[in-house]
């Protein structure tokens, strides 16, 4: 271990696991909010976060929503992307390379309306490059259909599409939704089918009128709200879930923007946590929030990062 600058506390031991998964770091980028390839290497030094967890992708390719898809809110913002993306097969030929090429360790993503979809997408993510270290099932996107059936919402719904994902042959995190009261309950569901992990939390239902034009602002019509209005909401979540099912990994998201954040997630119950909305305003965020955490860790005289996870926890 490198000794500490004086006054600053020794470095600490950054790495921690997900499940089966050994991340060099705690942070990772948040899916959707970084692109499907090395779109933040101009700016961060991608193999110094945990993952890269790349937008989610179906089997086939798929256009997203109309403009526009973005708009800023209060404490955050609100999109509806609607899962664009070129489909796994040419995310692997066209976009991963450069990604790896970083010296990046990639988590995969992955969506569906059905079932099938979850399966059909996670077959033709068999025999990646094994720095794909494992995959984002991802059953809480708010801009599918609307937002009206999220397999996060259910946790038999949430059960078989993470079954069908055993297809690609990687760990499966289950990306799960605030949205409902039942999430104790789905992050069960999600760990008995196969989950070696949850990601906990998606964007949450939202909408925002254009009161002069009175229509809805985003072309979608409703959206995902995110940012730090809902990080009191994505550690609650945390909270609730390591609570029940303390053996259970969770990956934390939602409005972390600073080293507290993260270490406050971790404290909640989180391994490791992903930087999304505030890459939107800096794209040095992720790496703000590890050099924050790290300082954080060091000023208290964190030895191992990992001594955080459910700390907060009587
Ligand atoms: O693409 C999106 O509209 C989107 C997705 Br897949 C998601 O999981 N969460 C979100 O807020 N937007």
Known sequence: MRPGRPGHGTAPDLTTT???????APVMTASGTAGHGDELAAYVDLSRLGAVVVKSLSAEPWAGNPAPR??????????SVGLQGPGVAAWRERELPAVLATGATVVASI???????????????????PRVVAVEVNLSCPNLDGGSHLFA?????????????????????AKLSANT?????????????????VTLINTLLGMVIDVGARRPVLGGGGGGVSGPAIHPVAVRTVYDVHA?????????????????DAAEMMLAGASAVQVGTATF??????VNVLEGLEAWCRRQGVRQVRELIGGAHG
């Open 18 to 24: 997900v499940g089966g998964v050994t991340l060099a």
């Open 70 to 79: 973005v708009h800023p809110t209060p404490a955050g913002m609100i999109n």
């Open 111 to 129: 969506w569906g309306r059905h079932v099938d979809d979850y399966a059909r997408a996670a077959e033709a993510l068999r025999g990646c490059d």
């Open 153 to 173: 919402h259910d946790p038999v719904a949430t059960a078989e599409a993470v079954e069908a994902s055993a297809a690609s042959g990687l760990p499966r995190w």
């Open 181 to 197: 009261d039942r999430v104790v309950e789905v992050a069960v569901a999600a760990a008995a089918a196969g989950a070696q992990a």
């Open 244 to 260: 029940a099912v303390p053996d259970l990994p969770i990956v934390g998201a939602g409005g972390v923007a600073t080293g507290e």
């Open 281 to 286: 305003a800096d794209p040095r965020s992720v």
